[in-house]
Each structure stands twice: as C-alpha cells, then as structure tokens.
C-alpha cells in the first residue's frame, strides 16, 4: 500500500498536466482497498489508471486511487475458447502483446492503446472494429457505497459506444479485475478500413500491422502529450447526414450506417473540414496527422490551453455542420 500527500500527478496523465492531488492511494489487493480508513482520507475519490483518457483542469483537492493489481491468470478447459482473468493494474498493451503471444485470437485489434486494463473496461475501449465488450465475460468490482465486492457480467456492464455502466456511475464502482475470452481459432477482424490485405496468418502479423498503422496517425504520449482520441465520433440522424453533406459541398462524406439506421461520422473529418490541423493555443496545438488528436506540442501547455482548443473546435463544427461535439477524454475538475 502506498499513500502519498500533495502528490504531483505529471507522471500520472498521459496529456502531462502540471497537476497536484491532496492525496495519492495505490493499492495491491482487493483487501487494501477494502481496509483504507476512507472516511479519513482527503474528498472527493477519484480512480484512475495510466491517466491516459482523461484531461486533469486543475489541481485535484480529493484523494486520487490507482490499482497496482497485475496478475493474470488463464483458465484453460481445453476448449477452443479460454478465458483470462486479468488484474486492473495490468497495461492494456502488455496484456494484448502477451495474448497474441501465446496464438491467442481476440485482443490483436486492439493493439498500442494506452491505458490499464480497469480503465479499459470502464471506457469500453475499441479500435479497427473491435470493441472492449467483445472480449469481456465479466468484470469484478468494489463498491465504494456499500463498501464490499460485487460482479458484472458481460451483459450488466451496460457496454456502449465508450460507455458502460461504471462510466455512469459517479465512481461508485472500482474495477478490479476482467473476466475475458480469448480464442485459439484464428478469427481476425480485417474489415476496418487499413487492415484490407495484411498478412494475418497469427494474432501477433495482425498486431504488427495495426501498430504500424496507429503509429502512422496517432503521437506517441511518452514523446507527445495526449490523451489520444479527444472527441466522439457523432451518430447522427439520416436526415442530419444529408444536411451534413449539404454543408460540406460534398456527397463523399465518410460514414458509417449502424444496424438501427443511424450513421456515425468521424468527427477528425468534421475537425479537418473546419481546418484545424496544426492549430495552437499556448503550448497546445492539434495534431498535424491526426486532428481528433489535442496534444500537449510543447511540454507546457496547460489545463486551459487545451479548453479553449477544445471550445474553438465544438463551436465552430457546430456553427458549420449542426454537430456538437462530445469529448471522448473524461474531465476531472472544474471546467
């Protein structure tokens, strides 16, 4: 157990905010968690993992939570299907690089995104037409409310588009540890735009090219501060996509029809379209490559910086298409 007070968080969020928490409480076991004296502790609790999907504004006055929870442990039946029970400590990409290993089929799309695998179930994390909730059997949990453990299964997590139920729940739920289920049957999803031809004769083929292709687009957080994807992709009304293309001047808008008709369009083509590649705000800027991307381009910039990046975009995608757009980076402060 570790608890550390007025703890600088600079090495705790991906974006690299000089920011502080009152209070820093890392935990290695269910058990610690469950024994911390709470009520003695500095309010409100925040729990966060790599701090990789979320933008600190300010100081943070509560006491700040990490899991160093990191075993993994298979249960193999024999079967083609296995499952994996993984601590919330664990980073998302050492999980996926050890699945595609071991030939393991199921995770490979999923490949370099930043992050621990608690948040990944608290995000329902997706890339390249994979989602978190495809893999996921259950999730194990502490209830901050009633102080005692409890249990997801797939379908209780309510999973949505970078949304689940522990997302909703004002923190009332801490993930400890995911239930998942991997394949020994090769199974690859190449019907994402990129993936088209590659060579996917193993999990581990599949993942090298899905990181060539995320390192083609997307900075890398320990060279550039960022907290990746900033925006949502907005779902949209068919109605709204023809208004969309008729503000664009365009019928080549780029989408996606989802199964109950409504159609998401990338908000990095909304983002280019209204020209903010390579814009700045103090240390700020949008990424170059990659305009869903706010980045933190000089090392310096702060919490502010990166609003007032974020006010210049909804507004004006909004003034020129009709879409507001919603932040996919969790905020954690007053804005």
Request: glycine share 10%; with cysteine; proline share 5%.
């Amino acid at each position: 157990m570790r608890i550390e007070h007025n703890f600088d968080l600079s090495g705790h969020n991906t974006f690299g905010m000089k920011v502080r928490c009152a209070c820093f409480v890392e935990y290695e076991s269910l058990a610690e968690l469950s024994g911390l004296d709470f009520d003695s502790l500095p309010k409100p609790f925040k729990h966060i993992g790599e701090g990789s999907n979320l933008l600190f504004t300010g100081d943070f006055p509560g006491t700040i939570l990490h899991s160093a929870i990191r075993k993994i442990k298979y249960v193999d039946m024999g079967l083609d299907e296995l499952s994996v029970v993984v601590g919330a400590g664990v980073r998302w990409d050492a999980l996926v690089e050890e699945l595609c290993s071991h030939e393991l089929w199921g995770a490979e799309n999923l490949s370099l995104i930043p992050g621990e695998v608690g948040a990944a179930a608290v995000q329902n994390i997706g890339a390249y037409g994979v989602e978190f909730k495809d893999l996921v059997s259950g999730v194990s949990c502490f209830d901050m409310q009633e102080r005692r453990s409890c249990k997801f299964t797939a379908a209780e997590c309510g999973y949505g588009y970078r949304d689940s139920v522990f997302k909703n729940s004002g923190g009332r739920y801490i993930v400890i540890s995911a239930l998942l289920r991997v394949s020994r049957k090769p199974r690859p999803r190449l019907d994402y735009k990129g993936l088209e031809g590659i060579d996917a004769s193993s999990p581990a083929k599949v993942r090298e090219a899905v990181i060539q292709l995320r390192r083609s687009k997307l900075p890398d957080p320990s060279e550039t501060g960022n907290a990746g994807s900033f925006f949502k992709n907005p779902v949209v009304s068919a109605l709204d996509f023809t208004r969309i293309a008729d503000a664009a001047g365009s019928s080549e808008v780029p989408h996606y029809v989802l199964p109950d008709g409504f159609i998401k369009v990338p908000a990095a083509w909304l983002i280019d379209q209204c020209g903010f590649k390579g814009e700045t705000c103090g240390g700020a800027a949008v990424w170059q490559k990659q305009p869903l991307v706010l980045v933190n381009a000089t090392g310096d910039a702060t919490p502010e910086d990166i609003l007032e990046l974020e006010r210049r975009i909804t507004a004006l995608v909004h003034e020129k298409f009709g879409v507001r757009l919603s932040p996919e980076v969790e905020h954690i402060g007053d804005i």
